[in-house]
């Protein structure tokens, strides 16, 4: 019997070969935001490794939507030529590249994570941050500069601009970063946007920037290109924070725009939370989103084992899975994967010979 988690599932014009998809995982390793041999290296062994769908790292709009000076970015043509050979070599192996169009909002400006930690200060190459509202990450982060209305009008056009290049490079699935305490999701959360005008204060208005970036972002993209995003399904506070409800809502709202699928995560607009983790502990978020708001769901959060993956599919608790450092511990996670579930994958040509007989 077929493997639930090796079964194809199609978005729009794209077939993915299996239900595997990279969690977006920031390298941190780039220059003015071009990609560079290093990224070569790790996306390309992933896609050889037998992912369907590689979901690019956080890769900025704009220069001080960066979180860190290493962070990827896709706000010149130069960038779209460097991505080329990348997108090309992770076609050939047979799986879909897929970018994190992403703006960091008040958590920008800060050191390459084994640098340092905290604000990157001039001196060393750091920016002013924007958020939408004057209040930092934490005490240790920049004091944003609130966004006026022409500024937030200017990010959305900076992010249709972003997905056009995307698609001119070569990537076939585009998603938007509203999680982990970024700019979307400062937008949504009241504990970050204390606005007065048309986007803060009622859920309508929390969401409208995020409403109108998907808009914009889905007007950019052909038709046959799948827009995902990813969102926090909650910031961990009992109350007056963002949640589960809000995010129903929001997902209703991106499903009539045109969006496919929702990224399930949680957390990151604050520190100091309890968040209680352990294995698969976001995939009741992402099962509620699936059934509440009735659209395509992916799971992540310490999915490891290909059993685990297997019943979150074969249950119907999500349609994908991401996998983050489980990826970066083995980059051929997959194909050990179909091993263990008694799947016969195609190995890449060059490593047929070391292929281990399905049990
Ligand atoms: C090194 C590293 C970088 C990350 N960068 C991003 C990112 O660029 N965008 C994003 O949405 N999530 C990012 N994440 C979160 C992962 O995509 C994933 O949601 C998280 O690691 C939980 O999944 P896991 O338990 O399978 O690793 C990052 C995680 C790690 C470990």
Redesign the pocket.
Known sequence: MKANLFTPFTLRGVTFKNRIFL??????CSRDGISNAWHLAHYGSRAMGGAACL?Q???AISPEGR?TPG?LGIWSDEHVEAFRPLVDFIKEQGCVPGI?L?HAGRKGSTFV?WEGSGALSAENGGWDVVAPSALPFDATSPMPRALSVQDIESAVLAFAEAARRAVSAGYEVV?L?A??G?LMHQFLSPISNQRTDKYGGSLENRMRFVLDVARAVRSALPGRVPLLV?ISATDWVARDGWDLPQSVALCKELKSIGVDLI?V?TGGLITGVKIVTGPGY?VPFAESIKKEAEIPVGA?????EASQAEQIVANRNADVV???????RDPFWPLHAARTLGEDVRWPGPYERAKLPVA
């Open positions: 969690s977006p995982m920031d390298q941190y979901i790292e956080a890769t979180i962070d994190q992403a994570p998603e970063h999680a982990h970024y990813r990224d995560s976001q992540v959060g310490r999915i490891v991401f996998i983050g450092r489980e990826l970066l």
